[in-house]
């Protein structure tokens, strides 16, 4: 199994621009998290799907962040308009979801996001 | 609300130590307990979980322990060796148990 894939694995933008992270999940897990790591603030949830249906947003910090999951093999985080203080390392994970309980959560190698 | 502590200030220890790191957390009673081990430059892995109802678990070189009354875990990690040198952190299931919360994390350097 290849474990949970991220890209890009490095991305440089300029503020203002576009910037769509993708991660493909381990196959068979029914749940998805996007995360955000930086020094000052730690590795912060920002949003999570369960079958493909987003369950809790509430730490995506603002409208410009938005986050898919069209089937069970992809999620998309984008963000627009980037600005400098989104600059980050996000990370994908997946995990099961079994009676109620979230088994270990498996990471991706994350994206470094720069903003300019 | 929740909260989770661990030492922000990094451990080191002389290699075949036993290196043991905090998790204090406050304002809930979680059901569970991991572990996790994240490398510069990489997500973190998962090492161990431990439920409410276990006093401590094992995993080769790993042990955890978790005390509901003190709410509070303690992870040991024996004979320690430089390749342990990491960040380790601890994470909880939020109240409802349906996201997790990760700690800071606590640098361990194992010096040969």
């Known amino acids: 199994d290849a474990g949970v894939i991220q890209s890009p694995r490095h991305e440089v933008t300029e503020m203002g621009q576009e910037v769509t992270l993708r991660c493909k999940p381990i196959?068979?897990?029914?749940?998805l998290f996007w995360y955000r790591q930086t020094m000052m603030r730690g590795l912060e949830l920002l949003i999570y799907f369960n079958n493909n249906v987003p369950i809790d947003d509430s730490g995506m910090p603002e409208d410009r962040f938005s986050a898919k999951m069209p089937n069970a093999s992809f999620s998309t985080l984008k963000i627009q308009p980037s600005e400098p203080r989104d600059s980050a390392v996000y990370f994908c994970?997946?995990?099961?979801?079994?009676?109620?309980?979230?088994?270990?959560?498996?990471f991706g190698p994350g994206t470094r996001l720069t903003v300019l | 609300s929740q909260k989770i502590e661990q030492n922000s200030e990094a451990l080191n220890i002389q290699e075949g130590k036993t290196a043991t790191l905090t998790c204090n957390y406050t304002n809930y009673s979680p059901a569970y307990l991991q572990w996790y081990r994240q490398d510069p430059g990489r997500g973190p892995v998962f090492l161990l979980l431990i439920r409410e109802n276990e006093k401590e678990k094992r995993k080769e070189r790993l042990k955890v322990t978790f005390d509901t009354t003190l709410k509070q875990s303690l992870f040991h990690i024996t004979a320690s060796q430089p390749a342990d040198s990491a960040t380790y952190l601890c994470?909880?299931?939020?109240?409802?148990?349906?996201?997790?919360?990760f700690g800071a994390g606590t640098r361990l350097f194992v010096k040969a």
């Open positions: 994470a909880l299931p939020n109240t409802g148990g349906f996201k997790t919360i």
């Open positions: 994970a997946s995990s099961s979801l079994i009676a109620g309980v979230y088994n270990e959560q498996f």
């Open positions: 196959s068979g897990h029914n749940s």
